[in-house]
């Protein structure tokens, strides 16, 4: 019995002391303190932080995470719509008309692409129908007698210090109608060259020029002119 119990204490103690050497491995969390700080890397340079150190770290490295922002771009230019039409002109337009027109414009919103301008204008009271000069006095002279011979009575030539200096005016109509009836009856006559001159005071009146319309703004604009007489849209010249 003494026997057992000296075996078996003898093999105990051999096998702590082979569990000390570390000849039966390593239990995981179990490692001895020399063995531990001799498997940590450079743990020469390992030093203790306060509080206040540990915080300023800890800000200091979730700034360097943080991606740096990028500048935005700049958000694109819409170009000119492809079918927009450059420039229109639409007039012209007498005073009282000028003020209705202006108010059914600002309806479409068209803002600094609208302007207005003032343009040279002829209130046209009467027509002349004559005969252009050509060659002076002689040449009237000798227009008169061609008309003498197609039995024309109704002329008068013209003198004066003007354009129309030697022609001969045939009459004076109110309405563009009426002369051209003469006109048209002259040259059955065989009297060639007859022409018809609007006459009337110079003015001006008013025009608006209208700048990138698209079609459907271009449509508007000239259903409101056809409400004005002799108001025309067209290519800015």
Not at 25 to 50: H, N, T, Y
Not at 114 to 139: D, I
Not at 168 to 184: I, M
Not at 207 to 217: A, K, Q, V
Request: glycine share 8%; with cysteine.
């Amino acid at each position: 019995m003494l026997k057992f119990v000296f075996w078996a204490l003898l093999a105990l103690n051999a096998l702590l002391f082979a569990y000390a050497q570390g000849y039966l491995g390593k239990i995981e969390g179990g490692e001895r303190e020399p063995q531990r700080l001799k498997d940590q890397l450079a743990p020469e340079r390992m030093v203790m932080l306060s509080a206040s150190e540990a915080r300023v770290a800890a800000e200091s490295a979730a700034t360097q995470a943080e991606p740096t922002p990028q500048p935005a771009e700049p958000a694109p230019v819409a170009p000119p719509a492809a079918d927009a039409i450059a420039c229109s002109q639409v007039g012209a337009f007498a005073a009282s008309d000028a003020r209705r027109f202006e108010t059914r414009l600002a309806r479409l919103a068209l803002g600094e692409r609208a302007s207005r301008t003032s343009v040279p204008f002829q209130e046209v009271t009467s027509h002349l129908v004559y005969l252009p000069p050509n060659g002076g006095k002689e040449g009237a002279d000798r227009r008169v007698a061609e008309l003498k011979e197609k039995g024309v009575a109704n002329y008068f030539v013209m003198q004066g210090d003007s354009p129309l200096k030697w022609a001969v005016s045939l009459g004076v109509f109110k309405t563009e109608t009426a002369a051209q009836t003469l006109a048209a009856a002259l040259e059955k006559q065989g009297v060639r060259g007859v022409r018809i001159l609007p006459r009337g005071p110079q003015g001006t009146r008013a025009t608006w020029r209208l700048r990138d319309l698209t079609p459907d703004e271009r449509t508007r604009v000239a259903d409101i002119a056809d409400d004005f007489t002799g108001v025309q849209l067209r290519p800015c010249t």
